[in-house]
């Protein structure tokens, strides 16, 4: 699970946000240092909480954390990495950029089975939108819902809804990124997250190596497929 900054120069860098679901509340339970947070699902209860974890639980109950701000040594992968992965069905993963612009897209989860894992798409492989994927107005952006996902995605910023609108057909990492004029690591970002989520799924299950590929190719080599015309035209169409 990547908890880092992706840094992009100096400028325009994404950042992985954490906070909790808007109906959780977290409360001092009965025992010394217990926490107690109180969810859709029942009550999650953490034993001798450290300080760390009850410091990070209380700024999520209020809104998104960059987690290095909690605690820049390593309490934030020893102590309150593993607990947030246990709570995962409580925590909304959000997706932001240093530009002072808001957030890119929000994850919440719908569901106690819902598990967030951040890998990076290998930028060869085709993704698309899942079939019953519903996009739907909200007050401020779209949502992205399906039956079949553990989790309702947010996009808050058009750059996320140009990511998602290429989905509506097969493409792979690369390409979208060479098809949008958005800062570099951006566009795979929004796909990671996407992917996360339940809403970027394999265009095709049955191969796990391009058309292209040697049969001694390995499956995670990467390799450099055709431009993929996803828009009609120009797979650089967007850029400047």
Do not use: K
Request: contains cysteine.
């Amino acid at each position: 699970m990547r908890v880092t900054l992706d840094s992009v120069g100096n400028r325009n860098r994404t950042v992985h946000l954490w906070s909790l679901s808007q109906d959780v509340v977290v409360e001092a339970g009965d025992a010394e240092g217990q926490l107690v947070l109180t969810g859709p699902w029942g009550p999650e209860r953490v034993d001798g909480a450290h300080a760390v974890v009850r410091d990070a639980l209380h700024r999520m109950e209020l809104g998104p954390v960059l987690l290095a701000n909690v605690e820049p040594r390593s309490g934030v992968r020893l102590v309150l990495l593993p607990l947030l992965e246990r709570l995962s069905h409580l925590v909304v993963r959000t997706l932001g950029v240093d530009d002072l612009g808001g957030p890119l897209l929000s994850a919440a989860p719908v569901a106690r089975t819902a598990s967030f894992r951040l890998d990076r798409l290998p930028g060869w492989r085709p993704v698309r939108l899942p079939a019953d994927v519903t996009v739907r107005r909200a007050p401020r952006g779209v949502t992205v819902e399906s039956s079949d996902a553990p989790y309702r995605v947010v996009l808050h910023r058009p750059e996320a809804a140009w990511v998602l609108g290429l989905l509506a057909w097969p493409v792979t990492p690369d390409d979208a990124s060479a098809c949008l004029d958005l800062p570099p690591g951006m566009t795979e970002a929004i796909l990671d997250y996407l992917a996360a989520a339940g809403m970027a799924a394999p265009a095709d299950t049955s191969a796990d190596t391009p058309a292209s590929a040697p049969a001694d190719t390995p499956a995670d080599a990467p390799q450099d497929p055709p431009a993929t015309d996803v828009t009609g035209a120009s797979p650089r169409l967007w850029r400047s």
